[in-house]
């Protein structure tokens, strides 16, 4: 592990120098030794402030502190640094290593090939096809709008040039005798017709 000091109206100590590589140590136990740090140490009218930046292999995590006193301020900047490391871990490990095949329609899916009979002799091969399974439910976004349904009754023609004009695919509508009707807009652009029971 590579650690780069920069102090800026700062003089690194030896005891600020030792505490960061214990703390850094720490970190290394959590994430491993395959990252650098950089250390910037700045002094800014008594203001004294930490800056600890690591970088592992998914980006860098950067622990910030200031305090009165320069060994408060890195004891912060490393406590800061061991949570957004231990936050990183776990995230890493939660994710998953390997994608799944989605099936697209085609013929992505597994043939197993399996024999039904008493012996090996009457036994006739079959394959049975293996699909992927399908989300058990999904989460409905509902959206309710009185401009899908027209408030008096109107002609089929009517309804259509309505639906048109306020661009729906979906258009609610009851006819002069009071019969409800639904017209649906196709993926190819025509118009289809539902009658209401």
Known sequence: MNVEY???????TPAIRKEV???LAKIRKILGDKFEAKV???????????????TPRKGPIVGLAEAGDMKSAVGEALDHLEKQALKYKTRWRTKKRKPHDKWNGESSQ????????ISKMTAIPMVVHKFPAVASTTDVH?????????TRPMTLEEAVKEAHFRDRDV?????????????????????ELIEAP
């Not at 920069?6 to 690194?12: A, F, H, M, N, V």
């Open 40 to 54: 910037i140490l700045i002094v800014q009218k008594h203001r004294h402030k930490a800056e600890i930046t690591i």
């Open 171 to 191: 258009f609610v509508f009851r006819d002069p005798k009071g019969k409800l009707m639904i017209l649906h807009r196709t993926r190819d652009g025509k118009m």
């Open 142 to 150: 509902l959206v309710h709008s009185d401009d899908a349904v027209a």
């Open 21 to 23: 590589e214990t703390g």
């Open 110 to 117: 597994e043939d197993v090939t399996t024999a039904v009979g």
């Open 6 to 12: 920069t102090g800026r109206q700062y003089e690194i």
